[in-house]
């Protein structure tokens, strides 16, 4: 199987949020204000301005003209992401972040942020059995324990109420506030009216900061999973699905197998078998003019290979792999799902792996496994409900990686204008607080301060995938490793030395022997174990 070693940052585990909407902010006051900006506990001051961590200031929403996919303006809530909400948040200096400046940015740990650390996401096929089960425990602790440090908003910031005197917000479990995330960043926008909706808007998907913006998603759901066990080495596994004829995963000691009374649901011998979705309805939410509000709406469901196969004929292969590498330019033309020879638009799988051109009525790379799934990650707002959901990505997340460390592309080449609205370069990303650009996240890991490495080579595989654990070991007593390889050199050298010593001096003692005994006539012929030549 193929192995990714893909280093992350351990974020900092102190303080509140990283998502939306923190609950101090999620109130009358805080909509009645527009200020998010929290007091950390370690001063009581807002943002930790008495330590200089932070202060509370005005956001700077950037007013570059979008794409002609959406062409309305000030019916969305997250048009000029978060001023419908929040006009004034909290600018943390340094390494320091979070939503009051008392965490730390990716990348940096301790209490005054000044330590680097990385972890590693690794293969989940080749992770121990009992690995595997702590990821999976992990899951399902998180759908099923209420998030302490954030809330979802179940109506729009009109429906509030223009002073907030009818805030809507509801608790939601540390799993599914994701999968909120997910669906509010790519749900249709209220025009007015029950029905009356616009479909072609989404932040996060069909342009340039597709891939931004769900690298963001992963680093702080690895965040909260930490936050909740107390894990702090915790990453995200991935799944290589190159060249897979099925479901490698789809199995009871992993994401749950088929169910034997129903292909559609997920075996009873699965933990996952007992989990509700949400957000798979936005039919319902559209003629009602209404938010997805987190309630449970029915078991998941999957039902991999039986899927329209005129719709995604195959998965990803290794070729497609590397050829969609090869292209050179991250978005062309009307940097959307059009766009021809466009890298993003090639990985999230809108073109023809084989030309680079785009295609229309076919799912491609990303978007063929999401489709292959059959079920309730096929639909775009409800996919994060399905666990593989994070395999997936995590898997999509090292490809951009190494495309980045391939190309080394200039911040320049990400769309600064133009784009469909939410992604151009300086558009904050919906829905998350504290506030992320973009652009920020076009860098490699390694220039933002946190490691990945990327696809390797077949002949690398099995040294990563086996032996790395071993070699970490061996990275943390290299100091031990060298004294003892010196000291054994030294031995070996003085025990080969005595054996030759002690040879020759046999030797020589043999043709004494046989010189007295029959005297020496001529001269000893030399034997080959001595250096002669033999035909």
């Given amino acids: ?6 280093s992350v940052v351990l974020l900092q585990l102190i303080g509140t949020c990283l998502c939306q909407f923190p609950r101090p902010c999620a109130n009358s006051e805080g909509l009645r204000t527009k200020e998010c900006c929290p007091l950390w506990d370690g001063d009581g001051s807002a943002c930790g301005a008495l330590s200089g961590r932070g202060f509370c200031t005005e956001v700077e929403v950037i007013d570059e003209p979008y794409g002609p996919q959406y062409p309305h303006r000030g019916i969305d809530d997250r048009e000029r992401w978060p001023l419908a909400f929040y006009n004034r948040t909290c600018q943390c200096a340094g390494n320091y972040g979070g ?11 301790g209490s005054n942020c000044g330590e680097y650390r990385e972890s590693v996401r690794r293969n989940i096929l080749t992770m121990t059995a009992a690995e595997q089960q702590k990821f999976i425990s992990y899951l399902n602790l998180a759908k099923n324990t209420i998030s302490r440090d954030y809330v979802i908003s179940t109506g729009t910031r009109a429906e509030m109420g223009e002073n907030g005197e009818n805030p809507m917000f509801s608790d939601i479990n540390t799993y599914d506030l994701f999968v909120w995330m997910h669906y509010y960043v790519s749900r249709d926008a209220f025009l007015g009216g029950p029905g009356n909706v616009w479909r072609d808007i989404d932040f996060a998907h069909e ?6 913006w769900h690298r963001v998603f992963l680093l702080n759901w690895e965040h ?3 936050k909740l066990t107390g894990d702090f080495n915790f990453t995200i596994p991935y799944w290589d699905w190159r060249d897979a004829q099925s479901c490698d995963v789809c199995t009871d000691a992993l994401m749950g197998g088929r169910s034997f009374l129903n292909p559609t649901l997920i075996s009873p011998g699965s933990v996952f078998s007992s989990w509700k979705v949400i957000c ?3 039919e319902e939410y559209n003629s009602r003019e209404a938010l997805c509000n987190g309630t449970g709406e029915g078991p998941l469901l999957r039902n991999p290979g039986n899927h329209d196969r005129n719709r995604a004929s195959r998965l990803p292969t290794t070729a497609d792999v590397d050829f969609i590498l ?3 330019e991250y978005e062309t033309g009307p940097m ?8 993003r638009n090639a990985i999230e799988g809108f073109t023809n792996p084989d030309t680079g051109m785009a295609v229309q009525g076919t799912s491609t790379m990303h978007n063929a496994l999401h489709i292959f799934m059959n079920g309730s990650m096929s639909s775009v707002q409800g996919s994060a409900n399905d666990p593989i959901f994070l395999l997936h990505h995590a898997f999509i997340d090292s490809i951009f990686e190494r495309w980045l460390r391939t190309h080394q592309p200039l911040r320049s080449s990400y769309p600064l204008a133009n784009a469909p609205i939410g992604h151009n370069d300086g558009y904050y990303m919906v829905p998350f607080m504290p506030l992320f650009r973009n652009g920020d996240y076009f860098l490699s890991n390694k220039a933002l301060g946190f490691e990945y490495t990327y696809l390797l080579d077949p002949g690398q595989r099995f040294v990563q995938d086996f032996l790395t654990p071993y070699l970490q070991q061996a990275q943390q007593i290299w100091q031990w490793l060298l004294g003892a390889g010196i000291l054994g050199a030294v031995i070996a050298a003085v025990a080969a030395t005595l054996f030759v010593v002690s040879r020759r001096k046999w030797k020589r003692s043999q043709r004494r022997k046989r010189a007295s005994a029959f005297g020496e006539s001529q001269p000893l012929l030399q034997s080959s174990s001595e250096g002669s030549s033999t035909m």
């Avoid at 342009?207 to 931004?212: D, E, K």
């Fill in 224 to 226: 909260e999973i930490r």
């Fill in 99 to 109: 939503v009051n400046c008392g965490e730390c940015r990716f990348g940096y740990w």
């Fill in 1 to 6: 199987m193929r192995s990714l070693h893909v």
């Fill in 336 to 343: 959307d799902r059009f766009a021809n020879s466009s890298f």
């Fill in 326 to 328: 090869g292209l050179s």
């Fill in 207 to 212: 342009s340039a900061a597709f891939l931004p």
């Fill in 280 to 282: 798979t309805q936005p």
